[in-house]
T-cell receptor, first 112, second 113 residues
């Protein structure tokens, strides 16, 4: 079955440093979604990417979808303590299951 | 707008007891998902309903787990009998259609002693 892998599992950064998490799928994706879960909270939808090579920005967050639609990344510029949490990608396979498969997530810890 | 509503928020019970978790999806959403989250296994999809019909229950761990969706505004996840290894946070999520972004509830934090 489809697998969605995220790396790294954990990332410690000093406040102000950049952060990137990567998502890789074993199959071609029709779209990919990104979610953020704050400690003690629930996953919250951030964005969806659909097109090959697509790049979207939300303030300090930049999301990319690979040309082959098998990988994606989330980059945060100049992290702040409010960025702390776990970032999940969820990919829907092309021609496969109608629902997205979640990765294990990357937990971001920001040290002030 | 009201989001996905789950109850109870916390549940502590002894092993062997029956546990029932409840979920009210966002009105108008046709898809409903139950997830289990633990440190060891991450976020696992247990079951997915579309238009109140279970479509994929391959993630349900074993026969002790069952889920129902009697109508578009209510779903339950039942564990009978419960075991300590069932301790986790259980999330319910809904979306307009299965492939669209999901809205998660606050979760139920379940502890089985």
């Amino acid at each position: 079955g489809q697998q969605v892998m995220q790396i790294p599992q954990y990332q410690h950064v000093q406040e102000g440093e950049d952060f990137t998490t990567y998502c890789n799928s074993s199959t071609t994706l029709s779209n990919i979604q990104w979610y953020k879960q704050r400690p003690g909270g629930h996953p919250v939808f951030l964005i969806q990417l659909v097109k090959s090579g697509e790049v979207k920005k939300q303030k300090r967050l930049t999301f990319q979808f690979g040309e082959a639609k098998k990988n994606s990344s989330l980059h945060i510029t100049a992290t702040q303590t409010t960025d702390v949490g776990t970032y999940f990608c969820a990919g829907r396979a092309s021609g496969g299951s109608y629902i997205p498969t979640f990765g294990r997530g990357t937990s971001l810890i920001v040290h002030p | 707008d009201a989001g996905v509503i789950q109850s109870p928020r916390h549940e502590v019970t002894e092993m062997g007891q029956e546990v029932t978790l409840r979920c009210k999806p966002i009105s108008g959403h046709n898809s409903l998902f139950w997830y289990r989250q633990t440190m060891m296994r991450g976020l696992e999809l247990l079951i997915y309903f579309n238009n109140n019909v279970p479509i994929d229950d391959s993630g349900m761990p074993e026969d002790r787990f069952s889920a129902k969706m009697p109508n578009a505004s209510f779903s339950t996840l039942k564990i009978q009998p419960s075991e300590p290894r069932d301790s986790a946070v259980y999330f319910c999520a809904s979306s307009p259609q299965g492939s669209q972004p999901q809205h998660f509830g606050d979760g139920t934090r379940l502890s089985i002693l």
